[in-house]
């Protein structure tokens, strides 16, 4: 079976941090790229981040510039997504995907929450 598995949501403060976690298991995830995606509430879903399946090329949406990083553990098929200064419009299900284009998506997933609140 082809999953993938995604770990440390959470409920955090404005300006704090969060590392999320990318885990695949069925396939080897370094020969995928990998995206970051989020969904708030009454929203549609939107690309956060991008690495490529060589690790060596990164993209992030604007709005997350400068404070998200993702980076990717081959030896253990893992992709992260290390979020700093959250801000409340940050708060969503965050989910990784085997494609950094939603249409491309053959594996989401099932997303983990992020609430980003006083």
């Known amino acids: 079976q082809l999953q993938l598995v995604e770990s440390g949501g959470g409920l955090v403060q404005p300006g704090g941090s969060l590392r999320l976690s990318c885990a695949a298991s069925g396939f080897t995830l370094d020969y995928y790229d990998i995206g970051w995606f989020r969904q708030a509430p009454g929203k549609e879903r939107e690309g956060v981040s991008c690495?490529?399946?060589?690790?060596?090329?990164?993209n992030y949406a604007d709005s997350v510039k400068g404070r998200f990083t993702i980076s990717r553990d081959n030896a253990k098929n893992t992709v992260y997504l290390q979020m700093n200064s959250l801000k409340p419009e940050d708060t969503a299900v965050y989910y990784c995907?085997?494609?950094?284009?939603?249409?491309?998506?053959?594996?989401w997933g099932k997303g983990t929450l992020v609430t980003v609140s006083s």
């Open positions: 995907a085997s494609n950094c284009v939603g249409a491309l998506v053959d594996y």
């Open positions: 690495i490529r399946s060589s690790g060596d090329n990164t």
